[in-house]
């Protein structure tokens, strides 16, 4: 599941880190924490709070301390407490409290330990499709402090944007760490009246992106430091921003389908003008490409592949790629970011800047995001002689991965509400579980269907060790979610518009190289489940990857399942006579009559892995641990698949799929 996450376990006592627990005053919620991003640096955010934490009745084990905080014991286990570990950065630093000087802008990271280095330069509008910084010098980060001079770096024969004529442009810096470590690429908008201060103007530090994108509607989404009065102009409809917020999702609506359409975000007195292209009449089957990619998470080999959550480095290459085949939209499913966090405030700051790796050419296209395990956001138990519980971060409806993500991301919303209502749902009369909102949903782009599932639901990575906590696998797809798949492509299979399916899921049925030991398989053991405060659920995961192989057997549509998990590219023709069954296999059997593909994509920038054996060796092709990117190419009844190294533009697989 990950290397990664075990080397982050606090290496500090828990002890130490329960004190701070115990100190902390209130810890802003996700929510809160987002909107508080900018003018003051709010110190990072601590644990604690717990005595108004309510322990969700789909856990077991768990129990308040008489100090208010947490604690849990497993089955003939020693009690453990709940340790924190604090966000190493949150956006609120990062945005760094930008305050106007006489020369230039002051920034403080509010982190006075930190020393580093500030560069920066200017941003051009005018000139590019793209807008990025063009870094032109640094500034030492001392005491987590640093005053850019604008006067004497930015002037002259630097001034491509004009700032000293019209006295308005915008900064954007990068903030390095003394060993070269990638914290955050920034954005500051500036004013000066030739004399007296620097000002900081209103700041749109995050996006525009281009979402949701169907035949007659589109969502721009976007973030602003501060509230300000904004709008989003197309064909000279202005649509305004929510007042009061610094969070914006502003759906256009009333378009025309297969339409150009130019875009502005006016925000303060500023405007910047983008576009997109709106999805042609549901089965028009004209032709287009889509592209489809995941596991992104940091890399080795320093600089931008390891960029605080993301691998920006191929994340960069892979968009730039989509932009120029002209795909009309990106599938990401899962692992953005290299998360395993306990605090919700370090996932939206690795967030921000997998967002930041995209968002050149996402202010164009459309890019649809899954779940993986590495989002998890976890709350973790450890203490002498027992075994580590970590489980999804309660309360479900502020602080789990789920909300995080549908807070941080737009995807449609026309999924299952969530597990409850479930046989194993302990209190049909309240919400008990986390929210499917915006993590399993399904879409359509002319005669293509593209339905997104979520096996890292309610993640509890501690589960197959600790069943007794209650929590989901790693894998495992909940009764819920496998109800509303089997409703939803029954409707699909009734809409005479949409002709090819793909069903996408960061887990393989079939891992071929990393995660043979779970996945959809854990080495052939259908033992592992989901228990729900405890009590296991009725199937085991291969049983579980089954009730799935019996939907795309029941679907011909289904083409693929696009998955990842696995930091490598592969493709599967599945058929009957591939056998998918360990040895002593009691149950029963499903037969793949109706042949469909698996295609892996982990390759967007996470450390590899090499190939295993595993019964269905011989079924995968074009194996390959280069970084990849999948175009698939739809021109009415026909599909193909070309993979591209996003690096060296290398084409490492094609293949007719239909
Ligand atoms: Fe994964």
Request: aromatic share 10%; net charge neutral; charged share 20%.
């Amino acid at each position: 599941m990950n290397d990664r996450a075990s080397r982050r376990f606090p290496t500090i006592g828990t002890a130490f880190l329960f004190t701070i627990a115990l100190l902390a005053a209130a810890h802003p919620s996700a929510q809160q924490a987002a909107q508080s991003s900018a003018p003051q640096a709010a110190p990072p955010p601590v644990p604690g709070q717990a005595t108004a934490t309510a322990i969700p009745s789909v856990v077991a084990g768990v129990t308040k301390t008489p100090q208010g905080g947490l604690m849990f014991q497993g089955k003939d286990q020693p009690p453990t407490l709940e340790a924190f570990r604090p966000p190493i950065w949150t956006l609120a630093q990062v945005l760094g409290s930008p305050r106007g000087t006489e020369n230039g802008i002051a920034f403080d990271f509010g982190k006075p330990d930190f020393a580093g280095t500030l560069v920066f330069g200017l941003v051009p509008f005018h000139d590019t499709k793209y807008p990025q910084p063009v870094y032109r010098t640094s500034t030492p980060i001392a005491g987590g402090k640093a005053e850019i001079n604008i006067k004497t770096s930015i002037t002259d024969r630097y001034d491509m944007v004009g700032w000293q004529k019209s006295g308005s442009g915008v900064i954007g810096y990068r903030i390095i760490s003394q060993t070269g470590g990638m914290i955050y690429d920034g954005r500051v908008r500036f004013r000066y009246a030739g004399t007296g201060l620097f000002e900081i103007d209103v700041t749109k530090f995050e996006g525009p992106f281009v979402g949701n994108i169907g035949p007659r509607q589109a969502v721009i989404s976007f973030q602003l430091d501060r509230p300000a009065p904004c709008a989003v102009v197309v064909a000279e409809r202005k649509i305004p921003c929510r007042d009061g917020e610094t969070r914006q999702e502003i759906t256009i609506d009333k378009l025309q389908p297969a339409t150009a359409y130019a875009y502005t975000v006016q925000y303060g007195a500023n405007a910047e003008t983008y576009g997109f292209r709106t999805a042609p009449l549901p089965g028009a089957r004209k032709p287009f490409v889509f592209a489809y990619a995941s596991d992104s998470r940091g890399g080795q080999g320093g600089g931008e592949r390891n960029f605080n959550g993301p691998n920006a480095y191929i994340v960069r290459r892979l968009m730039a790629v989509n932009a120029s085949r002209g795909a009309a939209f990106m599938q990401f499913t899962g692992d953005l970011v290299s998360g395993y966090v306990t605090s919700p405030d370090q996932l939206i700051y690795e967030l921000a800047n997998w967002k930041r790796a995209i968002e050149p050419q996402a202010h164009w296209m459309p890019v649809y995001t899954g779940l993986g395990n590495h989002e998890a956001i976890l709350r973790e138990f450890s203490g002498a002689g027992a075994r580590m519980a970590r489980l999804a971060r309660f309360p479900y409806a502020t602080e789990s991965s789920e909300a995080v993500f549908a807070q941080e991301l737009v995807n449609p919303e026309n999924g299952p509400a969530s597990e409850d209502g479930a046989a194993y749902d302990p209190d049909p009369s309240a919400i008990d579980f986390p929210s499917y909102r915006r993590n399993v949903f399904w879409y359509q782009y002319d005669n293509v269907a593209m339905v997104v599932l979520n096996s890292n639901y309610w993640f509890t990575p501690s589960i197959a060790l600790l069943p007794e906590s209650g929590g989901n696998l790693h894998g495992y797809l909940m009764d819920q979610q496998i109800a509303w798949l089997g409703r939803t492509l029954d409707e699909i299979d009734r809409n005479k518009t949409i002709d090819h399916v793909f069903l996408t899921v960061h887990t393989p049925l079939f891992p071929n190289g990393g995660h043979v030991g779970d996945a959809m398989w854990y080495g052939g053991n259908n033992t592992p489940r989901a228990t729900v405060a405890g009590t296991p659920l009725p199937r085991g995961i291969i049983e579980r990857r089954d009730d799935l192989l019996a939907l795309i057997q029941k679907h011909p549509k289904v083409l693929a399942v696009l998955t990842g998990d696995e930091h490598n590219y592969n493709r599967m023709r599945l058929d009957a006579t591939v056998p998918i069954y360990p040895p002593n296999w009691d149950k029963p059997k499903m037969v793949l009559t109706r042949p469909f593909f698996q295609i892996n994509n982990g390759a967007a920038g996470a450390p590899y892995y090499a190939q295993e054996q595993t019964p269905w060796s011989a079924a995968v092709s074009g194996f390959s641990t280069q970084h990849a990117i999948c175009l698939f190419i739809v021109e009415g009844p026909k599909v193909r698949i070309e993979t591209v190294n996003p690096e060296t533009l290398e084409v490492i697989d094609r293949a007719v799929l239909r």
